[in-house]
């Protein structure tokens, strides 16, 4: 009922803005023109110019990364904040029609800050989503249909207010938004039995490359594959809203931390939990971060503590763990205790500010043999200095091993052990190089330890380092898309380019990092 009645309403919008273009004289210049058409398709109000008294907030809204609120940052020339679909449909319609390229921002999350700013000058608007974030949640039926710019917070609050036995697995944070991290993937501690959060996608609206708002059945089966992980930053549209599986969570879940620093014992630790965490039921996941040598393991358990312990005292008697240890709680009271801490309410995941916005850096890793002892060694010694950064790792195995490597374009399936994210934070008070190199260094002393050819990453851990978009002629070059590409999508990187090829030929949704069209 709700896709019939926004199809009717895209198609009259559509007729609308077609009527707009006639009127458009073509000597305007193309942001004027821009403007202008977008204006005769929604309230003014809703558009932001460099001028407007509120641009400035509104474009920091949502940015996670104060390394692109900086003066020196490439930045929109507007800001679209649309409160229904046909607005967002005009954008893109007037973009084309007038050369202004579209970004599409939901969370602003993007470490690289792709969703709001450039790395080269060009006129650019961001579609910011952050009005359009409903969330429906069927509970009969275990699914909900969640818009992009709903967060993570508010997707998992009111899944909890219909039902305390379902759940959605997805990651931690919870200000992340929706679009962009169901576009990349999207992990966290339900990753083991329940996949990423794209591998629990049932359908989405897309506002494609011309305008249109398709669905799964309209988009066709390889656009529906490539917007489920393979999104590169909106490279084929914009995703409005997706439909999602719920899943069961039983209604205790057991949390433990444990903290191990070098001399007792942390090294040797590290070590063992490569074969173990992998390999465990799919009902646990321990992650661990490593900071100043300290290795903190960190878990959820789907059960009680009474079932946990004899696992624990079975698999990792090492790591010590006992009923001290052990938190039960309700899986919603566990979003707020994991990344807010112990004292947050489970109101307060649905707070879409953040207290404060570090400059940061990161890139990622995946690894598919265990790192011996000694090399573990020597990565605890490159945690002694104060501008050091962390490394977190997050086991697979379980229903990741379970799927196919093209199910999805995330590629990173059975075979892997675990996936690594390098991260540093600085403040203003620096420049952050000390802290930058710190992590390039620590990237290029992994090469030998991690996987190859290519050498894995998280595409929402994104990471310009890895290569970036060269512009061969009108498109960007597919050859030169290789070489970041298939980092994060392996051989599922030719699949999305000949997609592109076919969704958008002209190259409109283009960025750093967006998929190229397929080309020889
Ligand atoms: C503090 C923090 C914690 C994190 N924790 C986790 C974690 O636990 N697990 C995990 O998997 N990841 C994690 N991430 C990474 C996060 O998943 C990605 O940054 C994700 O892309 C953010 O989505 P967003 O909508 O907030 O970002 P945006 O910056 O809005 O978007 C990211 C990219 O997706 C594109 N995009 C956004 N919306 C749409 C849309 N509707 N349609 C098409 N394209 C779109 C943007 O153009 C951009 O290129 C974390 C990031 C941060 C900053
Ligand atoms: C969407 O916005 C347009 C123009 O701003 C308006 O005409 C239309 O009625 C709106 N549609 C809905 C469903 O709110
Ligand atoms: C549980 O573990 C903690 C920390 O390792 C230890 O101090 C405590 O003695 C243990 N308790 C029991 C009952 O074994
Ligand atoms: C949301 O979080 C910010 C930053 O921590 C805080 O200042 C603000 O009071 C919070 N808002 C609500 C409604 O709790
Ligand atoms: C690029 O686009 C312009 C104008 O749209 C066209 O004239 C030109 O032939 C195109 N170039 C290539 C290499 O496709």
């Known amino acids: 009922m709700v896709m019939a009645s926004r199809r009717s309403l895209a198609l009259g919008l559509l007729f ?22 977008l204006s005769a398709a929604m309230p003014k109000q ?43 449909q005009a954008a893109v319609v007037c973009g084309r029609r007038h050369d202004v390229r579209v970004r599409v921002r939901s969370g602003g999350h993007d470490y690289e800050g792709l969703s709001y700013r450039s790395e080269r000058r060009e006129a650019f608007a961001v579609v910011d989503l952050a009005n359009l974030r409903s969330v429906r ?39 992340i938004g929706v679009g962009g991290h169901l576009s990349g993937g999207g992990f966290g501690m339900l990753l083991r039995k329940y996949g990423l959060a794209a591998d ?27 917007i489920r992980g393979g999104g590169g930053g909106g490279s084929f549209g914009i995703v409005l809203s997706w439909k999602v599986k719920l899943v069961p969570v039983p209604p205790t879940v057991t949390l433990f931390t444990v903290l191990k620093s070098a001399d007792e014992g942390a090294v040797r630790m590290l070590t063992r939990w490569q074969q173990v965490a992998p390999a465990l039921p799919e009902d646990i996941f321990i992650t661990v971060r490593l900071h100043k040598q300290v290795a903190r393991f960190q878990s959820m ?5 009474d079932a946990l312990l004899p696992l624990m005292g079975s698999r990792f008697p090492e790591l010590g ?14 979003v707020p205790y994991i990344y807010l801490g112990p004292t947050a309410a489970v109101e307060d995941i649905l707070n ?21 002892e000694d090399v573990w060694a020597e990565i605890f010694a490159r945690f002694a200095k104060p501008e050091d950064g962390l490394m977190i790792m997050d086991p697979y195995g379980a229903k990741m091993s379970s799927l196919p490597e093209t199910a999805t374009p995330f590629p990173h399936r059975g075979g892997v052990l675990y996936n690594i994210q390098y991260m540093n934070f600085w403040s203003a008070a620096t420049d952050g190089s000390a802290q930058t190199r710190w992590l390039r260094d620590m990237y290029a002393f992994m090469e030998p330890h991690v996987s190859k050819n290519p050498r894995g990453a998280y595409v929402n851990y994104r990471d310009l380092d890895l290569g970036q978009n060269v512009v061969v002629g009108n498109v960007t070059s597919y050859q030169a898309g290789r070489v970041w590409g298939e980092k994060y999508y392996g051989g599922n990187f030719q699949r999305l380019a000949m997609t592109k090829a076919i969704a958008d030929p002209t190259d409109y949704f283009r960025n750093e990092q967006s998929i190229p069209p397929f080309s020889e």
């Open 46 to 88: 809703l558009l932001y110019t460099k001028g407007s008294p509120s641009f400035t907030s509104v474009l920091a809204s949502s940015i996670r990364n104060a390394k692109f609120s900086t003066p020196g940052t490439v930045r929109p020339l507007f800001i679209v904040t649309p409160t229904n679909a046909s607005h967002v």
């Open 301 to 305: 358990y789907l059960g009680t503590c």
């Open 16 to 37: 609308g803005l077609l009527s707009c273009y006639a009127s458009v004289v073509p000597s305007v210049a193309s942001s004027d023109g821009f403007l202008q058409c």
């Open 137 to 175: 949640v069927d509970r009969e039926a275990a699914t909900a249909w969640v818009d992009s710019g709903a967060t993570l917070g508010e997707l998992f609050y009111a899944i909890s207010q219909a039902s305390k036995q379902l759940a959605f697995p997805a990651g931690l944070c919870p200000t």
């Open 200 to 226: 629990n996608v049932l359908d989405a609206t897309l506002v494609d490359a011309n305008g249109e708002l398709v669905d799964k059945q309209v988009m066709g089966p390889d656009v529906f594959w490539a």
């Open 352 to 372: 879409r500010t953040t207290s404060s916005t570090p400059y940061s850096k990161a890139t990622s890793d995946y690894v598919r043999q265990a790192i011996a």
């Open 321 to 334: 763990v006992n009923r001290t240890h052990c938190k039960e709680m309700t899986w919603i009271q566990s």
